[in-house]
Nanobody
């Protein structure tokens, strides 16, 4: 019911910024939570940020220290992740995801129903 396509990844130097985008389509995504996750080689996939499509309320991982900002563009059916002050440890594949259901699982990888293919972010030192 929901298709997600990420874009905007690339190679940046430490301290730089990127804006990732997730284009969503389908019948029900407007009532979903939209999330960003990342996965570095050898590590588990971790929650970064999420947004309620309907309300615009946002939710963040405590470990990101305010460097990540999630937003939505209703006209373009797109969710964005602005990433600032990038560090080498931010290097990972960044995934867009969507889920229905309760707010209590908004930070849980296992709760998301749909996933994009990911976009690579590489931060050089």
């Amino acid at each position: 019911q929901v298709q997600l396509v990420e874009s905007g990844g690339g190679l940046v130097q430490a301290g730089g910024s990127l804006r990732l985008s997730c284009a969503a389509s389908g019948r029900t995504f407007s009532s979903y939570f939209m999330g960003w996750f990342r996965q570095a080689p050898g590590k588990e996939r971790e929650f970064v940020a999420a947004i309620s499509w309907s309300s615009g309320n946002t939710y963040y991982s405590d470990s990101m220290k305010g460097r990540f900002t999630i937003s939505r563009d209703n006209a373009e059916n797109t969710v964005h992740l602005q990433v600032n002050s990038l560090k080498p440890e931010d290097t990972a594949v960044y995934y867009c995801a969507a889920k229905s259901g309760v707010l209590s699982t908004v930070r849980s990888v296992w709760a998301y129903d749909y996933w994009g293919q990911g976009t690579q972010v590489t931060v050089s030192s």
